[in-house]
């Protein structure tokens, strides 16, 4: 069964510092997607990153990253420079590749991240 | 507007009433998405919605039920609710069913309180 594990329930960093948000997955899936979602306090759900099981380079969206590691199954989250406003719940989600079959999601539990000054 | 929008934002009701939450999407996606967001749990799916068509139900109970009366408009109407069904329900849109790479954008959910 797939699975998405977030072991950090919450992360501080100071600004202007990098934070790596740790995210590990388990699926026998050969083509895959994963995904980084931030949820402020406001509760909508924003999407950051995505990295495809195929891809070579890891995904870069401005000061997010991810650090895609296929042979551990690892997908961490990079955030580069904080700042204030990241401070939210960060979740790594996982969409396996089912063919003509229903675009599921599949989420961590997420790290609240908080960042001070 | 732009994007996922949900509506109420914050909800409370009774076990007895029957409300419904709404959710429209203006981003002409064909697939449409009920999420639950309990405390301390991972996001749980509860209904796919492609074209128009449910095709997927998550064991929801059936004091959830879901309507699609167009692609861009999705609701969850409740009724006989229990105290455990308070949550955040967030609904989500992509361009298709496509597996992998589609990605889901999200609105904002709806805060309910079940009392």
């Known amino acids: 069964a797939q699975k998405i594990t977030q072991t950090q329930p919450g992360m501080f960093v100071q600004e202007k510092e990098a934070v790596t948000l740790d995210c590990t997955y388990d699926?026998?899936?050969?083509?895959?997607?994963l995904f980084w979602y931030k949820q402020p306090s406001s509760g909508e759900m924003i999407f950051l990153i995505y990295q495809g099981s195929y891809d070579e380079q890891n995904a870069t969206e401005g000061r997010y990253s991810l650090n895609f590691q296929k042979a551990r199954k690892s997908a961490n989250l990079v955030i580069s420079a904080s700042q204030l406003g990241d401070s939210a719940m960060y979740f790594c989600a996982m969409s396996p590749d089912i063919p003509y079959n229903t675009d599921k999601l599949i989420f961590g539990t997420g790290t609240r991240l908080q960042v001070f000054p | 507007e732009t994007g996922v929008t949900q509506t109420p934002r914050h909800l409370v009701m009774g076990m007895t009433n029957k409300k419904s939450l709404k959710c429209e999407q203006h981003?002409?996606?064909?697939?449409m998405y009920w999420y639950k967001q309990s405390a301390k749990k991972p996001l749980e799916l509860m209904f796919v919605y492609s074209l128009e068509e449910r095709v997927e139900n998550n064991s929801v109970p059936s004091r959830f039920s879901p309507e699609c009366p167009n692609s861009s408009h999705l609701f969850l109407h409740l009724h006989t609710l229990q105290p455990e069904d308070s949550a955040l329900y967030l609904c989500?849109?992509?361009?298709?069913?496509?597996?992998?790479?589609?990605?889901?954008?999200f609105g904002p959910g709806t805060r309910l309180t079940v009392l």
């Open positions: 981003l002409g996606h064909n697939a």
């Open positions: 989500a849109s992509s361009q298709e069913l496509s597996g992998g790479a589609d990605t889901q954008y």
């Open positions: 699926t026998s899936d050969q083509s895959y997607g």
